[in-house]
């Protein structure tokens, strides 16, 4: 797969990511500019569970994780970790090359604080949230110099198998900080009889989620608080 569209594909996987709305269409903000037509709608209905219960605004204080690996493209998963403690909000990110995530390519982790919240207007008990990037590491696994191209990796000077900080150089599909400041998401929470679940923006539509007029219109992801 050509390097720009996998990182591409996988950057916005990563919570630096979201995108915004189609052609003709305006979006949460209808200050904002319309986002270029040559975007797809992604726009879906929301699924309600019959045992669910929104909450509004969202109580997000705990740790909440990925209820299944995720599919990431290219027949490889990933695990997300997602924890809120008051404003602030932390980022474990794991891409493996199978789905029972033993065979890891890269963890990466960002921090900072949730700086906006505000009810979505197209999606029922969604909220649109803003967050910023304080800190962001990359830790790399793989080793093949194939994988390691595909990911950018191969061109950055730092050690395999250790947290590293990346946050003013980036690395490969790890934007830096000044790339990327922000991270424009939608969520909605709901309870179920199995417990508290959140879920995210549709990554993958529109490639980038690091300005305003790129947010998701749609939900993806869900996941479930464990603590």
């Known amino acids: ?3 720009k569209i996998l990182k591409r594909l996988l950057f916005v996987l990563i919570i630096s990511t979201l995108a915004g709305c189609s052609s ?34 969202p109580e997000l204080s705990g740790l909440w994780r990925s209820e299944r690996p995720e599919p990431a493209g290219n027949g490889r998963y990933a695990v997300r970790e997602l924890k809120f403690i008051g404003a602030r909000w932390s980022l474990t990110y ?8 033993k065979n890891v390519l ?25 967050y ?9 696994m793989a080793t093949d110099k194939t994988t390691l191209k595909e990911l950018g990796f191969d061109s950055c000077p730092i050690s395999i198998r250790q947290d590293v900080d990346v946050t003013s150089q980036g690395c490969g599909i790890i934007a830096r900080l000044s790339e990327c400041p ?13 417990g508290s679940f959140i879920s995210i923006g549709n990554k993958f539509a529109e490639f980038s989620s690091c300005s305003e007029d790129k947010r998701p219109v749609a939900l993806g992801v869900s996941l479930i608080k464990v603590k």
């Open 106 to 130: 890269f963890t990466h982790k960002a921090s900072g604080e949730v700086t906006n919240q505000s009810p979505s207007k197209r999606i029922p008990g969604a909220y649109l949230m803003t």
């Open 94 to 101: 794991t891409l493996a090359a199978d789905k029972a995530m």
């Open 1 to 3: 797969m050509h390097f």
């Open 182 to 194: 922000n991270d424009y998401e939608l969520l909605r929470q709901e309870t179920r009889k199995e």
């Open 132 to 140: 910023r990037f304080n800190h962001k590491t990359l830790n790399i």
């Open 24 to 57: 003709g269409k305006k979006s949460e903000d209808s200050s904002r500019p319309l986002v270029p037509e040559d975007l797809p709608l992604t726009e879906v209905k929301p699924i309600f569970h019959d045992n669910s219960k929104v909450v509004e605004p």
